[in-house]
């Protein structure tokens, strides 16, 4: 079945530090691919999407490229802040379906230090 | 806009006891999920309604979980007995629409709840 896997934390960086976070999918079809953040003690908010191949998501700094050809949807951002730190979701969601469910990998926490 | 709400926030409780939890989802809304959220996975779909119809329960334990969402508006998801290894947060999620077909539209994003924190002792 579909699913996603991404990079196991915790990832601590310095300020202003570059930052990437890896995360690979294995789906069948045309898969939309999301980045969820969630912030200590907060629901999840969604941050970045992409819905076709090549397509180049951002939000507040941070992008992730839709790569069909690697199945990957990497996270970056050029210059993280103390106030980035959460725990960042990898999540697709396909489309063959009668349903519209979010499938997540395991989370990465991101610390970042001042 | 109002988000999704949900309650009660935090819950303590034994195991072999029960539970509920309450959701309601941004007005309009037609598409309702519960996700469980274990500590350090990510969240797993329970169950998915649309208006006062279940969609997809296929991972939802049926021999101690039960959710209705009987007016098509707000959802109750409840835990009976409860066991250890529930422990977990409870997410609502709510979207406009159901998403059949290709192709993400605005009517089908996804917005979460603050989740309600289940501890089983």
């Known amino acids: 079945g579909d699913s996603v896997t991404q990079m196991e934390g915790p990832v601590t960086l310095s300020e202003e530090a570059f930052l990437t976070i890896n995360c690979t999918y294995t789906a069948t079809g045309y898969p939309s691919l999301f980045w969820y953040v969630q912030y200590p003690g907060e629901g999840l908010q969604l941050l970045l999407k992409a819905t076709k191949a090549d397509d180049k998501g951002s939000n507040k700094g941070f992008e992730a490229t839709y790569r069909k050809e690697t199945t990957s949807f990497h996270l970056e951002k050029g210059s993280v802040q103390v106030s980035d730190s959460a725990v960042y979701f990898c999540a697709l969601k396909n489309y063959g379906g009668a349903t519209n469910k979010l499938i997540f990998g395991t989370g990465t926490l991101l610390a970042v230090q001042p | 806009e109002a988000g999704v709400a949900q309650s009660p926030r935090y819950k303590i409780i034994e195991k072999r006891q029960s539970v509920a939890f309450w959701c309601n989802p941004i007005s309009g809304h037609a598409t309702l999920y519960w996700y469980q959220q274990i500590l350090g996975q990510g969240p797993k779909l329970l169950i998915q309604f649309q208006n006062n119809g279940v969609v997809d329960d296929s991972q939802l334990p049926k021999d101690r979980f039960s959710a209705e969402r009987l007016k098509g508006v707000d959802s109750t998801l409840k835990i009976q007995p409860a066991k250890l290894e529930d422990s977990a947060v409870y997410l609502c999620?709510?979207?406009?629409?159901?998403?059949?077909?290709?192709?993400?539209?605005?009517?089908?994003?996804?917005?979460f709840g603050e989740g309600s924190w289940l501890t089983v002792v």
């Open positions: 999620a709510s979207s406009l629409g159901l998403g059949q077909g290709h192709g993400e539209r605005s009517g089908n994003t996804i917005y």
